[in-house]
T-cell receptor
Framework: AQTVTQSQPEMSVQEAETVTLSCTYDTSESDYYLFWYKQPPSRQMILVIRQEAYKQQNATENRFSVNFQKAAKSFSLKISDSQLGDAAMYFCAYRSNQAGTALIFGKGTTLSVSS | DAGVIQSPRHEVTEMGQEVTLRCKPISGHDYLFWYRQTMMRGLELLIYFNNNVPIDDSGMPEDRFSAKMPNASFSTLKIQPSEPRDSAVYFC?????????????FGPGTRLLVL
């Protein structure tokens, strides 16, 4: 069975600085998808970024980028130029390539941003 | 697009009462997922549907939980009778299998408190 591990329960960063959130996963599959979701205090789950395992190029969405290391089964999220609105819980998630399979989530990392 | 709609947003009930959570997926999506989020267990899948048919209900805790999807635009998750340990945030998510990269989009969640 696949598992997702986020080893940092809490992280903090100052405004305008860069922070990296870690995620590792375990799978025997070769084709899969990885996601980062953001959950602010409102509890809404918001997709931040996604990565297809067969793509070597790391995904980027504005200030958010990932470092995908397939051999190491690592999928970290880098947030550049951090803003107060980035404060939230961040979840790393794995999904099999098979259509319609459910997401497997890590335990989450709470990010606080100070001014 | 209105996104995934869930109702109610908050529900407070007493132990033993029946609780019904509702979800309207994004139009055109053929997969619908119910997740539960608790402090102890994090985010976990309860059940998911494809074209209104339940595919995997292995995450449903026990017989007190039931889910239905009578049509493509509506699903319910029912707890009868409810217990205090059912207190959690329940998320509905939907996705489409068209295209290689299917992403699950989450509703705002229903925060359930069972007294």
């Amino acid at each position: 069975a696949q598992t997702v591990t986020q080893s940092q329960p809490e992280m903090s960063v100052q405004e305008a600085e860069t922070v990296t959130l870690s995620c590792t996963y375990d799978t025997s599959e070769s084709d899969y998808y990885l996601f980062w979701y953001k959950q602010p205090p409102s509890r809404q789950m918001i997709l931040v970024i996604r990565q297809e395992a067969y793509k070597q190029q790391n995904a980027t969405e504005n200030r958010f980028s990932v470092n995908f290391q397939k051999a190491a089964k690592s999928f970290s999220l880098k947030i550049s130029d951090s803003q107060l609105g980035d404060a939230a819980m961040y979840f790393c998630a794995y999904r099999s390539n098979q259509a319609g399979t459910a997401l497997i989530f890590g335990k989450g990392t709470t990010l606080s941003v100070s001014s | 697009d209105a996104g995934v709609i869930q109702s109610p947003r908050h529900e407070v009930t007493e132990m033993g009462q029946e609780v019904t959570l509702r979800c309207k997926p994004i139009s055109g999506h053929d997969y619908l997922f119910w997740y539960r989020q608790t402090m102890m267990r994090g985010l976990e899948l309860l059940i998911y549907f494809n074209n209104n048919v339940p595919i995997d209900d292995s995450g449903m805790p026990e017989d007190r939980f039931s889910a239905k999807m009578p049509n493509a635009s509506f699903s319910t998750l029912k707890i009868q009778p409810s217990e205090p340990r059912d207190s959690a945030v329940y998320f509905c998510a939907s996705s489409t299998s068209s295209g290689r990269l299917e992403t699950q989009y989450f509703g705002p969640g229903t925060r359930l408190l069972v007294l």
